[in-house]
């Protein structure tokens, strides 16, 4: 696909065909995830889910930090494409995939060194620590992988080319999926196993996301003596990277915090908190991509000087993110059940019944982040990171105090109520400083 200027034509058109691509690309990342839970939970039991569980928060922070550092990249990369600036686009690429090959080799091998003190710091039960901390220590050996898909993904995405990584990640998803089918649930292999399936799948979807932007992206290929890291442009992309990648990380690390209080409470509750979160996961993705969609449209036109149109686009984004809380609650509402179900073997009822009763709550609450996601957007692709920033700390710091305040009478649904808190809080934040943000503009 050749690289798309937003800066003119169709804005609800522009949007549609940057986003669609996006959400089915991040299902597909979310996939990789979610078959290890599957085919771990049917095939190698409830110990094996609890302790996958267990594990995600903690790499969930790694991931994030680096798409982070990635989205804070692109928005430079996406403003310098709307203002014509392609040799500028091409040192930011460069600075970011040199900062990136030191910043995830460091991840991996501290990652590698620290999995079981770190999971045993958290309160994993005994019984689940050792799967749980082997599994965990293969994956971040993958970080390198993530990083540099992100990276080069992050470039596509700035100059509106959202499609060409979906490609990637939609055959990586599979061989994912197949290699586990084939290793686990057909060979009978353990937990480490399905960890190393996820890392070779990652290493596959950024080794072709390199060799795509060699052959048809001329604006992005760097070559001998290109490969120098700009300290201005470094500095810049910290200071947006950074403000994004502690904004992307204060969701896992409170959902790290929240797994502290659910711990306690048995393997059940694990294996049910561990299988809502991956479809928690599902239904916020297409909110988040939508986000994003608005992050690449504004940050073009901004770089054009396109002010009215920006305004249009920010509009038409909330519509599009209400379109879709509709969808998902229905879909919800109505296929709670089923939807558990595919996480564990006949005889564990119990675990789908408590699943059921949050995803039925959480279903009517996916309408507050569809437009804290799309508020976050547009600030993002204004280069304004420190409200985004803000809103997420409030909600992140809310949510951890009200699970730990609610988990413990009634259970799993007390985390939906604490999410409808601190998502609440956030638009109380973020709406009325749009309007103060946008009256002189």
């Avoid at 550092?69 to 930011?92: H, P």
């Avoid at 442009?233 to 690390?253: D, E, F, K, V, W």
């Avoid at 479809?279 to 988040?288: G, K, L, N, R, S």
């Avoid at 009763?357 to 804290?372: D, E, I, K, Q």
Wanted: charge should be positive; hydrophobic fraction near 50%.
């Amino acid at each position: 696909m050749a690289a798309v200027n937003m800066t003119e034509g169709s804005i609800t058109k522009h949007l549609v065909d940057y986003s669609i691509p996006l959400i089915l690309g991040n299902m597909f990342q979310l996939t990789y995830n979610a078959v290890d839970s599957i085919i771990a939970g049917r095939f190698i039991g409830k110990e094996a889910l609890a302790a996958e569980g267990t594990a995600s928060p903690v790499m969930n922070i790694v991931i994030l930090g680096i798409s982070g550092i990635c989205m804070g990249a692109s928005v430079l990369m996406s403003e310098f494409y709307g203002a014509g600036q392609k040799e500028k686009l091409k040192r930011e690429m460069s600075t970011t995939v040199i900062f990136g090959c030191y910043f995830s080799v460091i991840i991996a091998i501290l990652g590698g060194f620290f999995s079981k003190s770190l999971l045993g710091a958290l309160g994993v039960p005994d019984e689940i620590l050792g799967k749980a901390a082997s599994y965990l220590s293969v994956i971040f050996l993958g970080a390198p992988f993530t990083y540099f898909y992100n990276a080069v993904s992050a470039a596509l995405k700035s100059v509106g080319d959202s499609k060409t990584p979906l490609k990637f990640l939609a055959f990586s998803s599979i061989l994912n999926a197949v290699f586990d089918l084939i290793f686990i649930g057909g060979l009978g292999f353990g937990i480490v196993c399905s960890a190393v399936t996820t890392v070779v799948a990652e290493a596959a979807s950024a080794v072709l996301c390199i060799i795509y932007v060699y052959r048809k992206i001329p604006m992005l290929q760097l070559r001998r003596g290109e490969f120098t890291m700009d300290r201005q442009l470094l500095r810049q992309t910290l200071r947006y990277g950074s403000i994004t990648a502690l904004q992307q990380s204060c969701q896992p690390i409170g959902k790290l915090l929240i797994q502290g209080a659910v711990n306690p409470l048995g393997v059940d509750m694990i294996a049910a908190f561990n299988a809502v979160n991956r479809i928690d996961d599902y239904a916020f993705t297409p909110e988040q991509s939508i986000s994003h969609g608005i992050t690449t449209f504004v940050a073009q036109n901004r770089g054009a000087g396109r002010k009215e149109r920006i305004r249009k686009g920010f509009r038409r984004g909330l519509m599009l993110e209400a379109c879709y809380w509709v969808f998902i609650c229905i879909t919800i509402t109505l296929f709670r059940r089923p939807l558990m179900g595919l996480f564990v073997t006949a005889g564990n009822e119990g675990i789908v019944a408590l699943g059921s009763s949050y995803l039925g709550l959480m279903a009517l609450f996916y309408v507050f982040p569809a437009f804290t996601n799309g508020i976050q957007g547009f600030f993002r692709g204004m280069g304004n990171m420190s409200v985004t920033l803000l809103g997420t700390f409030v909600q992140t710091s809310l949510r951890v105090v009200f699970v730990y305040l609610l988990t413990s009478g009634i259970g799993l649904l007390g985390v939906a109520y604490a999410c409808a808190i601190g998502w609440s809080v956030m638009l109380l934040v973020e709406v009325p400083y749009y309007f103060w943000f946008m009256k002189d503009k």
